[in-house]
């Protein structure tokens, strides 16, 4: 004990307390932000917090072939006011009626393109989700269903659906006959494809608000945070990542980070988190245990 008061030892003792001194304070931080994580899941977590929301869609759908299409569907036009995606998902599921694999394996390319003559969603045009859908009878063809074409991209060691998805894409762009412009974003790029990992939340995913039905084929330990700006900002809020952008990489970070929490479900808390700032009465200084500015 007298050598590590005085000197160089007292150095690398002060730096061994403030080490472990480090480890204590991180491990009761995780702790109190898994309580009131796990406070606002099982408080929020719920379906009638759903709407408006296009995941309210897929719980019409009890036919996994045709949850799954749905579900692509809503997913892909996840941006924008949140009364005009509604608006929009409605138009696209009137036309595919009650079984929208059965629409899309018999439809002509002609039916579906005329009857989405009037389809307008932001940036997103007729001839894209023509295109989209096309892309998606062309799947059901060659694989007979969404899941099976995106299990068919994975691999047994994988450790999250990235190869699943890229898989799953070019298959699905292949299909195609145009571009369906950003209703499909590109894994292969830096983007964090936010609704291509919302749809794979829906559908990995069961709980009183995840539907499922993918179970087979990936498992919730495998899902990627859907990564927008606003998930980003309450992440950064909450000190899961300190990077600059919301990107793939920082998609990646909030995820492994998660993973430390609850690493057989890192997108557990995606849905109740995302309540924040949407609805009135939860705010972000009330989650985190502040005075609000």
């Known amino acids: 004990m007298r050598y590590i008061a005085t000197g160089e030892g007292h150095a690398i003792h002060q730096k061994y307390v403030s080490f472990f001194y480090g480890i204590m304070i991180s491990v009761s931080t995780h702790k109190q932000l898994k309580h009131r994580l796990d406070k606002l899941y099982q408080q929020y977590n719920h379906r009638e917090y ?16 045709d949850r799954e299409i749905v579900g692509l569907i809503g997913a892909s036009l996840a941006y924008g006011k949140v009364a ?3 608006k929009s998902v409605s138009f696209v599921l009137e036309i595919l009626g009650k079984h929208p694999s059965a629409t899309l394996r018999y439809g002509t390319f002609e039916d579906i393109k005329s009857r989405l003559a009037a ?39 994988d450790e999250t659906v990235i190869n699943g998805l890229s898989f799953f894409i070019s298959r699905l762009l292949q299909h195609c006959p145009s571009d369906p412009g950003h209703l499909i974003a590109n894994p292969e790029k830096t983007s964090a494809c936010k609704r291509l990992h919302l749809f794979l939340r829906w559908m990995t995913r069961n709980d009183a608000v995840d539907p499922g039905g993918w179970e087979s084929i990936c498992t919730p330990s495998q899902l990627i945070v859907p990564l927008d700006t606003h998930m980003y900002r309450i992440c950064s809020e909450i000190e899961m990542t300190c990077r600059r952008q919301p990107d793939i990489k920082t998609a990646f970070e909030v995820t492994n980070a998660f993973k430390r929490l609850v690493p057989h479900d890192p997108v557990r808390y995606d849905f109740s988190l995302t309540r924040l700032g949407i609805r009135s009465e939860l705010k972000i ?4 245990g502040r005075k609000p500015l």
């Open 84 to 86: 005009q995606i509604l």
């Open 119 to 157: 389809f307008v969603h932001r940036f997103a045009t007729a001839e894209h989700m023509t295109a989209l859908l096309m892309g998606i009878k062309g799947l059901l063809k060659e694989y007979g269903s969404l899941g099976e074409c995106f299990g068919a991209g994975m691999g047994e060691k």
């Open 50 to 65: 759903v709407h408006p929301d296009p995941l309210e869609f897929l719980y019409r759908f009890p036919d996994i072939r």
């Open 285 to 288: 200084e009330s989650f985190l």
